[in-house]
């Protein structure tokens, strides 16, 4: 025979045979079964060789070629073999964040404002790499390396992925002081409205915030105690505010500020910067509306919006006008209707707030109203029933002063959601004391018709009811997506942060308000440039799926890149955003 070489594997036994000039080599292999195997099973299976009539099954053959061929293979140098391989890199989602990226001229911007850099890297390529890690896996500083080696940027910055370790990190985001930060949104404005034609007529306000394990520093102010929004006491929190525009929620002012400082003090300081440092708000439109909820209304900063010619549209406190919730709602003549295809009705009145005559309108929304209500009767029956339960504690180990027995009571029937419903009488004297407690109904039926009500105000007499429903429910839900996004932990994850001064805790703020930015041009580019209408997720999503695999061929001594996963809405999206001219660098 000539010289050949067989493997394979079968149901049991071995041999071999030669030929003039080759070697012809079988191997079989048994599977040896447990015994619950053997006893789950039928004996028709390959257990032994008996079922095949005493001849061993060959499973699978492959050719290995002849003994010379085998030998002179085996014996190559294998050094060449080494570069030889396939590799996957991320590449979908980078490509079309970095497309964006350089439309905005980011690194431009930053490299302008910040001292020269004779390293590997400016400190605007550093910042926009951290950026990109932040939109697609946030990770801290000292795993952006390695997160940096999986990805096609290599290709594009041409630096050692060693290089971006935590300290270097941390040197450069020593640079970004608050002047610094606040020149570079100056400039990335200017560009958003000179370049991408972002409408600024309406912009959002929100004041958000997030916990740190941070302990007290007398040189670090950011990390105070306050009133954090996830309800962690024990933490220290850190402010920021966000203002974004209506369509597609574009941050175009960001501030980070101490955590002990409440919402409606920094909104006039907020105000004032915008005020000052924002030039591009006047010649971008002729009419600016401020949109914001009634946690930041201030007479001195309402003036100061009304003194530039602008508008609000915000709302109030219910206690400020209660004696509207006693309209009837058949006097609620207007209406608005949601995407849902749900109504709101509305009524339109003026009152004097602020100092002046405003128009108010008073809003019902009946799903509001059924969730309002059903919490409310729950809350009512767990407080009496925990009144109840108290009434056999009194005169009892520590209640049997009538101190110790009204701080109780209070704690129960002073809770936010039924303040003022139950009324409650303690008599007697200590050790004797005797508790009478009922539902005032005049208090109840008040409450229920407030239920599912609304206040909003604007300082502009000509917008309508149905507009100003639309700017304040629809629109300033604009924030709140963007919000969640930042404390999303998948995406820009604003918490943890992994830094401890307040110059790179604003770093690190500037950082991710920025991966929103990029995020949140990027869908305004497809819906209005290709018609595709798609949340920030999806889009990420589906581009994530692209990838980006490199071919090494040695004899060569070259590399071709080609995309894979192509199909589907990945293909439509690298068509569409002409994701190729990165595949070839």
């Known amino acids: ?69 085998i030998f002179k293979r085996f014996s190559k140098d294998t050094g060449a073999r080494k570069t030889r391989g396939v590799f996957s890199k991320e590449y979908g989602a980078l490509a079309a964040l970095l497309q964006v990226a350089t439309e905005l001229e980011l690194v431009e911007n930053i490299d302008k404002n910040v001292p020269k850099r004779n390293q590997f890297l400016s400190y605007g390529k550093s910042f926009l790499i951290a950026v990109l890690n932040r939109c697609l896996d946030p990770s801290s500083k000292n795993l952006i390396g390695d997160w940096y080696e999986d990805t096609f940027l290599e290709n594009i910055f041409h630096v050692s992925p060693s290089k971006l370790n935590s300290q270097n990190y941390w040197n450069w985001m020593n640079i970004f ?17 000179n370049k991408f034609n972002v409408d600024l007529s309406k912009i959002i306000i929100d004041f958000a915030n997030f916990t740190t394990f941070q302990i007290e520093h007398r040189k670090r102010q950011l990390a105070q105690f306050g009133k954090p929004k996830n309800y962690r006491y024990d933490l220290r929190q850190i402010n920021y505010a966000l203002a974004v ?30 005020m000052s440092s924002y030039c591009q708000f006047l010649k971008a439109c002729e009419k600016l509306i401020f949109v914001h909820d009634k946690g930041m209304n201030s007479q001195e900063s309402i003036d100061l919006i009304e003194k530039n010619k602008y508008c609000i549209v915000g709302s109030l406190r219910p206690s400020t006008c209660e004696d509207l919730f006693l309209i009837p709602l058949t006097e609620f003549k207007d209406k608005y209707v949601n995407k849902q295809g749900k109504t709101m009705l509305a009524y339109r009145t003026t009152r004097e707030i602020f100092g002046c005559e405003r128009t108010i309108i008073l809003t019902y929304y009946e799903p509001t109203f059924r969730k309002n209500f059903k919490t409310l009767t729950q809350k009512l029956s767990e407080a009496l029933f925990e009144l109840n339960e108290f009434t056999a504690k009194i005169n009892h180990n520590k209640w049997r002063t009538h101190k110790e027995v009204e701080k109780k009571i209070n704690a129960i029937i002073n809770k936010k959601s039924i303040k003022g419903l139950i009324k409650v009488k303690i008599t007697g004297r200590k050790n004797r004391l005797k508790l009478n407690y009922d539902i005032d109904p005049q208090a109840l039926q008040l409450r229920i018709e407030s239920l599912g009500k609304s206040v909003l105000f604007t300082t502009d007499p000509t917008l309508t009811p149905e507009e100003v429903i639309r700017i304040y429910y ?7 997506v963007c919000n969640k996004l930042l404390k999303d932990s998948s995406f820009c994850s604003i918490s943890p942060m992994w830094c401890w001064t307040d110059i790179q805790i604003r770093a690190h703020v500037f950082c991710c308000v920025t991966a929103l930015l990029l995020s949140t041009l990027l869908q305004m580019k497809l819906k209005e440039g290709h018609k595709i209408t798609m ?12 990838k980006l695999v490199a071919f090494r061929i040695p004899s060569l001594n070259e590399t071709f890149n080609e995309p894979s996963n192509l199909k589907g809405l990945p293909k439509r999206l690298y068509n569409t955003l002409n994701l190729r001219k990165y595949a070839k660098s």
Do not use: M
């Not at 629809?474 to 709140?480: S, Y």
């Open 1 to 69: 025979e000539s010289g050949e070489v067989r493997g394979g594997r079968g149901g049991g036994g071995g041999g071999w045979r030669g030929g003039g000039g080759g070697v012809g080599v079988v191997f079989f292999f048994f599977k040896q079964k447990t015994a619950y195997e053997i006893y789950q099973c039928d004996w028709s299976s390959d257990v032994c060789s008996s079922d095949l009539d005493g001849k061993p099954r060959q499973k699978l053959i492959l050719y290995l070629g002849s003994v010379d061929s």
């Open 474 to 480: 629809r629109e300033k839900n604009t924030v709140e």
């Open 245 to 274: 525009t209506k369509e597609f929620g574009i941050p175009v002012r960001h501030s980070t500020y101490p955590g002990n400082i409440n919402d409606p003090t920094y909104f006039k300081a907020f105000i004032k910067h915008l």
């Open 535 to 546: 949340s920030i997720e999806s889009i990420l999503r589906a581009l994530k799926k692209i």
């Open 177 to 193: 002081d608050e002047q610094t930060i606040d020149r570079i949104q100056d400039d990335l404005c200017n560009v958003l409205v």
